[in-house]
């Protein structure tokens, strides 16, 4: 299937978000369709996580729409959002931090339900509950065990399948292996393509490490400060990156040191954001440039994305 | 010839209300002068513990036993002021987090020139002048105006920059960087790698790098040390290690690093299970519960560390002899 001949599922048209005086979004735009796994990819403070609560309305934006099948997040009214949240789901970094440390993990799982199908009973929601704990690879034994006895790992697979227990349209996953050690992160993104494969979900991948996302998405978002600075489907992302921040990013990645002092200081708020580290900038890069598509499917929002290109 | 730190024997236990636990089981290591030293394992696998116990910063419900020797003289039962003689001076620590390693109080120039005046009985005014040669010279910009400033004012990256400057004001003989870039970005992660190396072909001090990035630590290592469980299971030179993995363990780690070149996948390389409790661990080899090539012989007899000084592998069917 082409998602590009379906409409979009999600379309975030030009999102800002203010933490008082201080934005950390900036007029933010993409789509994502039914079944996609899109990664997003950003150092701290790019605005990756601010993104993903945005979207569902985990904190207010002050601008632009979030619309989900058609209809705007922002502006429907708070029984809507209820309803529609059951189809937008979010996996979060922190495994333990992110369980009720009072609730055993059957209750973690069953609030959801409790919630979205308050028609089932009890014998029911065991049911359910049971299915999905073995599907997430824990023992239904541990269904009355508290957070605080699992390993992070394990707290993880809760949380996946407290997410997963409804069969979200989206998953959003917001650095959901970054604090697990490296030979339990492949059993949950596995994990997760397995749902995804079996349910349909449509997966929104934020992460710091751009290995890791190469191999589970099929478009990558680049962010910078606050700003989305390429879109582009993966292949083009890791293979002929044209931004220059995407470039040092994948350097780096790649072990190669480039040092550019920046002291510090806060990202450029005016023109383009990275042109105080950028080895191409140019005195017309004082004036921010839009995010543009270069070539079918590749946006970049570079002065010089075009002489980059040849 | 002695090594310039030789760790023989060292268990590390920790008492706990529901009993007694071992993060680091009879280990021994040396670090020669001016080599760098990779210790990479998962969290728990008591990397880090050994290292805070040759620094007499343990935790206080914990106990070390065995042997920690730096230049020839034993650190384990060394009173605190002879302990706080050597460490800082021929003895440096480097830290993960830089901002809590940092004193949140004090200016930059102050926290570096105490170093000089402690252990160096500088003047307060030289020391200074020392401060803001090294800050230049681990490439912090304007160091002279980085004198007055608070922790909180400079990035992460400018943090750790200035306390690999601080580690290094007294020409330590051995520093010991704890998960150095772990809390930076990738972009400032490769800087701080570059620093160190060029810190240490400038100044020629031993390094022990400890990290769960085994990328962090490819780029560094003259030679490795993986750890499980709190014992160390492979040790080999470190493009050695790369290339020809012996211990199922390591070779495991290895596969599991996600790539970014070369074919990509559809599902990622996983090792089943997950790093046992120090509660947990048997008779036999702590790896066998998630090792493939795991026999009966691994459940009930632990497997020694076995090979010449330069590679070995603790394993009763190693990938390679």
New interface residues.
């Given amino acids: 299937m082409n998602p590009a001949a379906t409409d979009p599922m999600l379309r975030i048209a030009g999102l800002d978000v203010r933490f008082g005086p201080r934005q950390v979004l900036f007029d933010v735009s993409f789509e994502l369709f039914a079944g996609e796994t899109v990664g997003v990819v950003g150092e701290s403070g790019s605005g990756k996580s601010t993104l993903a609560r945005a979207i569902l309305r985990l904190i207010p934006a002050d601008k632009g729409a979030i619309l989900w099948r058609g209809r705007d997040l922002r502006s429907c009214d708070s029984s809507t959002l209820q309803r529609l949240r059951r189809e937008l789901q979010i996996v979060f970094q922190d495994p333990l931090g992110s369980l009720n440390p009072r609730m055993t993990v059957a209750d973690t799982i069953a609030e959801p339900l409790r919630i979205f199908e308050p028609g089932l009973s009890a014998g029911e929601r065991s049911v359910r509950i049971g299915a999905m704990l073995e599907r997430v690879g824990l023992e239904a034994g541990m269904a009355d065990r508290y957070p605080h006895e699992f390993s992070g790992g394990q707290c993880q697979r809760i949380g996946i399948a407290r997410a997963m227990i409804l069969s979200p349209a989206l998953l959003i996953c917001d650095e959901p292996v970054s604090s697990l050690d490296v030979s339990v992160q492949g059993q949950i993104v596995n994990l997760l393509l397995d749902l995804q494969r079996d349910a349909g979900t449509a997966l929104l991948f934020i992460s710091h490490n751009l290995a890791l996302v190469r191999h589970l998405s099929h478009r990558i978002l680049v962010m910078y400060a606050g700003r989305l600075i390429e879109i582009a489907a993966r292949d083009v992302v890791y293979e002929k990156p044209l931004h220059p921040y995407t470039r040092t990013l994948l350097a780096a990645a790649a072990g190669q040191a480039e040092f550019i002092a920046t002291d510090g200081a806060a990202p450029l708020q005016t023109g383009c954001a990275y042109r105080d580290r950028c080895r191409y900038a140019l005195p017309l890069c004082a004036a921010r440039p839009a995010l543009e598509e270069i070539d079918t499917g590749h946006f970049v929002a570079c002065h010089r994305a075009r002489e980059l290109l040849s | 010839m002695t090594s310039l730190l030789q760790v023989a024997g060292l268990t590390v236990s920790f008492s706990r209300p529901t009993g007694s636990i071992e993060a680091v089981r009879q280990v021994s290591l040396e670090v020669e002068a001016c080599e760098c030293l990779g210790i990479v394992g998962?969290?728990g696998s008591g990397k880090t513990q050994v290292f805070m116990a040759a620094m007499g910063l343990l935790a206080s419900n914990a106990a070390a036993a065995g042997s920690v020797r730096f230049a020839g003289e034993e650190l384990l039962a060394a009173p605190r002021a002879r302990l706080n003689r050597v460490r800082g001076s021929k003895l440096a620590m480097i830290f993960q987090d830089p901002m809590t390693s940092l004193t949140p109080h004090l200016t930059i120039g102050t926290q570096m020139a105490e170093v000089l005046v402690y252990h160096g009985g500088l003047s307060w005014g030289e020391a200074r002048g020392a401060a803001r040669r090294m800050l230049a010279r681990v490439?912090v910009?304007?160091p002279e105006r980085r004198l007055n400033q608070y922790p909180h004012?400079?990035?992460?990256?400018?943090r750790q920059r200035v306390m690999i400057g601080m580690s290094l004001l007294c020409e330590p003989a051995l520093v010991i960087a704890d998960e150095p870039t772990t809390a930076l970005?990738?972009?400032v992660?490769?800087?701080i790698?570059?620093l160190l190396r060029l810190m240490r072909r400038e100044l020629g001090m031993a390094l022990v790098l400890i990290s769960?990035d085994?990328?962090v630590v490819a780029?560094l290592a003259d030679r490795i040390l993986v750890m499980y469980a709190g014992r160390i299971v492979e040790t080999a030179g470190a493009v050695d290690l790369f290339e020809r993995a012996r211990h199922p363990y390591t070779a495991?780690?290895l596969n599991?690093?996600?790539?970014?070149?070369g074919p990509?996948?559809?599902?990622?390389?996983?090792?089943?299970g997950?790093?046992p409790r120090p509660q947990e661990i048997g008779a036999g080899c702590a790896f066998a519960p998630?090792c493939p090539r795991a026999a009966e012989r691994c459940r009930v007899e632990r497997p020694e560390l076995q090979g010449d000084t330069a590679r070995q592998a603790a394993c009763h069917f190693p990938l390679l002899p």
């Fill in positions: 998962e969290s490439q910009p304007e004012e400079l990035s992460g990256g400018l970005d990738v972009t992660q490769a800087q790698i570059a769960h085994l990328g780029g495991e780690l599991c690093i996600p790539r970014l070149s990509r996948l559809d599902r990622l390389p996983t090792l089943a997950q790093p998630r």
